[in-house]
């Protein structure tokens, strides 16, 4: 009689908010196979934004998670998701409990420094060259009109410092060596067994078969130029400006659906 | 009225000698050069023709010869039978068709009648044929036998009761004697894995062999506790057969839950096996397990093909098989004895195979929850993409996979009808997937020559007397390469990825090279003079 009543005061002590922990065990088991992959294993973001930092863009109540996940993000790499009800209700009790875990819930707010005069950085060292916000720039980069909605902001910076860290496979370089020695360098739009798409910095589309070309090499690196050489206040300022854009990109497109797996 | 009805059958009686494939002809199916009687072309698999109009000299010249549309959305994964200038082949999601196969006409069209609540979508890979009788499964796990002549419906036999969709059936039947040998679908949905025989004439099960044995049958002892039931073992591709020996021989699946073994610790037999069958009775003769204990996803179901060749100063009937663990294994297949296995692909979960062909595991290659990185990924080295053997070069020749994954498991939730793996696995995003078509001796497991795509590859080969090896890749082009240097000399854009294998076949003096892709049957020919 002891031993049930220690065991059920364990169980009671164990449940948290209607979750016991066995629930969160497999919320976070799901977490980890479906989600990690861009969310980091502990929700604090990488190619998709972080879920430890009490911002949810979509909504921080457990519906509004539930119905990003089953519906994906438009234009975004966000899929949608099919999940049991059972299952999806543990996982999003899990992904709640990573803000509170973290602390973050509570001082969650813009990231530090002066968007305004970061949005001068930006323009001073020619982001826009390649990158595109809303109807400006250019389409050679990734689109950074939505990319603080999309990315952690230390996602952000490490990409600013390191851009080679996480090349996404879309904007994957290639260098083609023409047989008279011309290079042409652009991102690779698409490429196949006997032939080669790629886009210029000027935002030409590139064409070529390889049996006509002396070369086609993948760039390890990124495309993108190493900006160690800003200040440590112009790019805590730069990343303010580009944590704020959080636009409509391209509402409407289609979304991904993937089969959660269990 | 007597002779009334003599008269009528007499008058039917050349009709029906057009489609009469007896069982004489399927085991002389290589002395029907113009024919491709059985999925793999013959009993052995060799997927070789000693056809050479088409040739290294002229294969430039190779032009589209017609397009059948069958409109059909899905993966189309069917290898055409050939008939004496009648083309029989199934498309997705229960329909088939048969075709003038200089033209590309319709004859007749059958459309399988789903039960109202079953999905009525996937794929299949092609029919068997015997007598008049043509002969498919469906997505919703039927075996079903139709008449050659009209398409209509003969027999309808349920393989496994549909289970909300657990039970699947993909292949294409072989045919031995009077039986009809059929697969099934759906180790990554819990199932438990079998070979069943059903008779030609009646549809009636004759034989059912289970991939998975129970508790307490020999083999069982290899399961943890009830794992077992649902054991997985899928047997989802054709097998092949030897007339002399009689024996059939069959891929097995994987084990299920795939990524997750903890609940079914064990060797797990036979799954991811070669079994060697009684076909008469379905008795197990022999069995070989490439992967015991498999949580990778790495079946058996790779073509076994069947070679009669000189080992180390003996002729010796052999079984060889491009596994998809990325090792190229040769047994005798008279006995089951192992006698050598190869890598033929990057991999590090095995540091090498014992004496007996068991692979010595290297750490760090089970699934984990953080994820382990292990080649090949989950689709394999090899899959089920036929390969193709010519008698000529004395060279294997077949696609490779070149793709590495990340593993995670996780205890799975049983739920009937929906996916039971155990976790999940992911693309390595620093290392692009690649591919090879590989012409490799099968006596040493050396490679001769290679030739590499920009995409792992989901087509076979088809190997000719003119000097060529037909494939096709993931990025859609059929190609044409010279068996012995490996030179491409043809290739077209299908405008879609293929995944299956090219076939060959000839009417009136005309040698044809067909290829499905996308929802289209592409045929190909030289020019007409």
Redesign the interface.
């Known amino acids: 009689m002891r031993i049930a009543c220690i065991a059920l005061l364990f169980l009671c002590s164990a449940a948290l908010g209607g979750q016991t922990e066995i629930d969160l065990a497999d919320g976070k088991?799901?977490f980890?196979?479906?989600c990690a992959?861009c969310h980091g294993?502990t929700g604090g973001g990488g190619r998709g934004p972080a879920l430890s930092a009490g911002r949810f863009l979509h909504g921080s109540a457990a519906d509004d998670i539930k119905n990003v996940i089953k519906s994906g993000v438009p234009g975004t790499t966000m899929p949608a998701f099919e999940f049991?009800k059972d299952?999806l209700d543990r996982l999003v009790a899990y992904v709640r409990t990573l803000s509170a875990s973290s602390g973050k819930a509570a001082s969650a707010g813009p990231v530090a420094g002066d968007a305004a005069k970061g949005r001068q950085v930006y323009e001073r060292s020619g982001c826009a060259g390649c990158h595109r916000v809303g109807s400006e720039g250019s389409v050679f980069g990734p689109e950074l009109t939505r990319i603080g909605a999309g990315r952690s902001a230390e996602y952000i910076r490490e990409s600013i410092l390191n851009p080679s860290a996480?090349v996404p496979?879309e904007f994957?370089g290639v260098t083609v060596i023409t047989r008279d020695g011309k290079r042409i360098t652009g991102v690779r739009v698409n490429?196949?067994?006997?032939s080669v798409q790629l886009r210029d910095a000027s935002q030409n589309f590139r064409m070529f078969q390889k049996d006509e070309v002396q070369k086609v090499t993948?760039e390890t690196k990124s495309l993108m130029p190493v900006y160690s050489s800003l200040s440590k206040e112009d790019l805590q300022n730069l990343l303010a400006y580009l944590d704020g854009l959080r636009g409509d990109l391209n509402a409407g497109t289609g979304v991904k659906k993937e089969?959660a797996?269990? | 009225m007597r002779p009334v009805a003599a008269v009528f059958c007499l008058a039917i009686a050349p009709l029906a000698a057009a489609q009469n494939v007896t069982y004489e002809r399927l085991v002389h199916a290589l002395d029907e050069q113009q024919n491709w009687l059985t999925h793999w072309g013959d009993y052995s698999a060799v997927r070789h023709r000693n056809l050479k109009q088409i040739s290294t000299a002229n294969v430039k010249d190779l032009r589209l010869d017609w397009i059948f549309q069958t409109g059909q959305a899905g993966s189309f994964e069917t290898v055409p039978l050939v008939v004496d200038g009648v083309m029989y082949l199934t498309g997705g999601n229960g329909y088939a068709y048969a075709l003038d196969a200089r033209s590309g006409r319709q004859l007749w069209m059958y459309k399988h009648a789903f039960p109202p609540g079953r999905k009525g979508n996937g794929v299949n890979r092609g029919f068997a044929i015997l007598g008049d009788r043509l002969f498919m499964v469906t997505p919703d796990a039927n075996v079903v036998a139709l008449d050659a002549r009209t398409g209509r419906l003969l027999w309808q036999t349920e393989m496994a009761s549909f289970n909300n969709g657990q039970y699947t059936a993909t292949l294409a039947p072989i045919v031995i004697k009077d039986k009809v040998i059929v697969g099934i679908s759906g180790a990554e949905l819990g199932i438990r894995g079998f070979i069943d025989a059903y008779d030609a004439a009646t549809g009636k099960r004759v034989w059912r062999f289970w991939t998975v044995p129970a508790k307490g049958e020999p083999g069982g002892e290899t399961w943890l506790a009830d794992s077992w039931k649902r054991g997985g073992g899928s047997t989802w591709m054709t097998g092949t057969y030897d007339p002399q020996l009689n024996t059939l021989y069959w891929g097995v699946g994987n084990p299920g839950p795939d990524l997750y073994g903890e609940t079914r610790k064990g060797d797990n037999l036979y799954t991811c096996s070669l079994v060697a069958l009684d076909p008469d009775t379905g008795k197990l003769k022999w069995h070989f397990q490439f992967t015991p204990h498999d949580t990778h996803d790495w079946d058996a179901a790779e073509t076994p093909v069947l070679l009669d060749l000189n080992w180390k100063g003996r002729d010796r009937k052999l079984v060889v098989q491009a596994n998809r663990n990325a090792f190229f294994y040769v047994l005798d297949r008279e006995s089951g004895e192992f006698l050598m296995g190869k890598p033929f692909a990057r991999q590090n979960w095995a540091s090498e195979l014992d004496a007996k062909g068991r692979p010595i595991l290297m750490k760090h290659q089970e699934p984990s929850?953080?994820g382990s990185q292990v080649c090949p990924g989950l689709a394999g080295a090899a899959n089920f993409m036929a390969p193709s053997y010519n008698p000529d070069t004395k060279l294997f020749y077949f696609a490779v996979r070149e793709q590495c994954d990340v593993y995670?498991t996780?205890?799975?939730?049983y739920?009937e009808g929906?996916?039971?793996?155990?976790?999940?696995t992911?693309a390595l995003?620093e290392e692009?997937e690649w591919g090879l078509l590989k012409a490799l001796d099968p006596l040493s497991g050396e490679t001769k020559w290679d030739f590499?795509?920009?995409?792992a590859p989901w087509a076979g080969t088809l190997s000719t007397a003119g000097g060529l090896i037909f494939a096709g890749?993931a990025?859609?082009?059929l190609m044409a390469f010279d068996a012995k240097t490996g030179k491409n000399l043809w290739?077209l854009n299908t405008g879609n990825p293929i995944v299956n294998s090219p076939m060959t076949y000839m009417v009136n003096r005309r040698q044809y090279i067909t290829m499905p892709s996308g929802s289209a049957v592409l045929t190909f020919a030289l020019p007409e003079q």
Do not use: M, Q
């Open positions: 088991a799901t980890r196979s479906n992959f294993l049991e299952e996480d496979e994957a490429e196949d067994t006997f993948r089969k797996i269990r | 929850p953080e995670y996780n205890a799975p939730v739920i929906r996916p039971y793996w155990g976790s999940v992911r995003t692009p590499r795509y920009f995409h890749d990025d859609g082009y290739k």
